[in-house]
């Protein structure tokens, strides 16, 4: 079983497109996260929403925005692509503060 | 054999040796770290974790010391096996009521048979 899943795994698309990632977590967390990881691996928190609320938004361009229908998806919409917005991004949820996030396996977005 | 996490560093050990993944944080008021693993075309997989009261916790070959005088977390691996080559990260958490991590910059594990 898959606890958390993202969908698309890659994502190859123009500059100046728009895009969505979406993600499921079947783990009854409360919070849930996205990261962006770059080329040289770094990982960074880009936001994190709990119960489908916003509580971590880490100096993102507004081109992103990240929306929570429930509290077991979290969607990232990406408009307006620029090259830079290449990298994997990942999808993560938890319980509480002090229990680990689990991840899901990356959607990996190139951008032409 | 032991490696800072700095600029993505790799540590080669051989099958059987134990390793030891070293790394830094900065907030002394961080109260919990996790140590992830990170396999090619996957996502961070949680290895063993601890909370700032305590200074070791133990897993199946796994082990993490958390030092905060000189804020300094440690992952050893006990026989390594080819399986665990990968990338590993530490994690520390900033938020406070909520969780914020902050990852290392991670260290790249090479086991040979």
């Known amino acids: 079983d898959t606890a958390v899943s993202q969908t698309p795994k890659y994502l190859v698309t123009q500059m100046g497109n728009d895009k969505s990632i979406k993600c499921e977590q079947n783990?009854?967390?409360?919070?849930m996260y996205w990261y962006k990881q770059d080329s040289k691996k770094f990982l960074k928190i880009m936001f994190s929403?709990?119960?489908?609320?916003?509580?971590i938004n880490e100096t993102v361009p507004n081109r992103f925005s990240p929306k929570s229908p429930d509290k077991a998806h979290l969607n990232l919409h990406i408009n307006s692509l620029e090259l830079g917005d290449s990298a994997v991004y990942f999808c993560?949820?938890?319980?509480?503060?002090?229990?680990?996030?689990?991840f899901g396996d990356g959607t990996r977005l190139s951008i032409l | 054999g032991e490696s800072v996490g700095l600029h993505l560093p790799t540590l080669s050990v051989q099958e059987g040796d134990n390793s030891i993944i070293n790394c830094a944080y900065s907030?002394?008021?961080?109260?919990?770290f996790i140590w992830y693993k990170q396999e090619s075309g996957k996502g961070p997989q949680f290895i063993i974790d601890?909370?700032?009261?305590?200074d070791k916790r133990q897993g199946q070959r796994v082990t993490v010391l958390l030092n905060k005088t000189v804020k300094h977390l440690s992952l050893q691996i006990a026989a390594t096996q080819p399986g665990d080559s990968a990338v590993y990260f530490c994690?520390?958490?900033?938020?406070?009521?909520?969780?914020?991590?902050?990852f290392g910059t991670g260290t790249r594990l090479l086991v040979s048979p």
């Open positions: 993560a949820s938890s319980q509480d503060p002090q229990q680990p996030q689990h």
């Open positions: 783990l009854g967390h409360d919070t």
């Open positions: 929403y709990n119960n489908k609320e916003l509580i």
């Open positions: 907030n002394s008021a961080s109260d919990y």
């Open positions: 601890i909370r700032s009261n305590m």
């Open positions: 994690a520390e958490n900033r938020g406070t009521g909520f969780q914020k991590l902050v």
